[in-house]
């Protein structure tokens, strides 16, 4: 059991739609991150909240909006979407974000945009 | 720029041994890891190394040569459970994680 949950697990959107992710994270840690897993390419790091705070934005488009409400919570808020963006979205957490420590990762959210 | 490099696919036989290599190219180093992910679920840890050396943790190890920028995972008396994705992630110096594309492994019987 990782500890890290992620809902959906599956999602199909349409191109005009809004939708959210969210993840959960019950190991106390303070720093949680959004990844993105396309097939045969390496994860791409999205978005990293450390305490609450983003510390991170890899120049992701604007279609995707990050929420970290507090440190066990973090949101993926999707609008106008593109095909491209389909993927494994994958949600981690680790007990600081601004030193070396292991990632624990949800299961993810398989993610169509149709 | 940052780069990890690592095999596309590798396949070995049951009870056998297999290593997975990956080289890296980084601004700063502070370890490098390795995770196993099975089709459809989440990236778990297996090991961590910050300096050169082997460790080794049961039926798997790790080695890294930081002069030369490469680990490698070693796999003993395989498993058909063992069959998944290896990612190979370098610590960079803002403490971000830099990942490989990964290396899927399939075992035969």
């Known amino acids: 059991e990782t500890g890290v949950t992620q809902t959906p697990r599956h999602l199909v959107m349409g191109m005009t739609n809004k939708k959210s992710l969210k993840c959960e994270q019950h190991l106390g840690h303070n720093a949680m991150y959004w990844y993105k897993q396309s097939a045969k390419k390496p994860l791409e790091l999205m978005f990293v909240?450390?305490?609450?705070?983003?510390?991170e934005n890899n120049s992701v488009p604007s279609r995707f909006s990050p929420e970290c409400p507090n440190s066990s919570h973090l949101f993926l808020h999707l609008h106008t979407l593109q095909p491209e963006d389909s993927a494994l979205y994958l949600c981690a957490s680790s007990q600081d974000g601004d030193r070396v420590n292991e990632q624990y990762f949800g299961p993810g959210t398989r993610l169509t945009v149709t | 720029g940052q780069n990890i490099d690592q095999p596309t696919e590798m396949t070995a036989t049951e009870g056998a041994i297999v290593q997975i290599n990956c080289t890296y190219q980084?601004?700063?180093?502070?370890?490098l890891f390795w995770y196993q992910q099975h089709a459809g679920e989440a990236p778990t840890f297996l090991s961590y190394?910050?300096l050169d050396g082997l460790e080794e943790k049961g039926r798997f190890s790790s080695f890294l040569s930081r002069s030369k920028g490469y680990s490698y995972l070693l796999l003993k008396e395989l498993q058909m459970k063992d069959s998944a994705s290896y990612l190979c992630a370098v610590t960079d110096s803002n403490y971000q994680l830099i990942w490989g594309a990964g290396t899927k492994l399939i075992i035969k019987p």
């Open positions: 190394n910050v």
């Open positions: 980084t601004s700063g180093f502070n370890g």
């Open positions: 909240y450390n305490f609450k705070e983003q510390t």
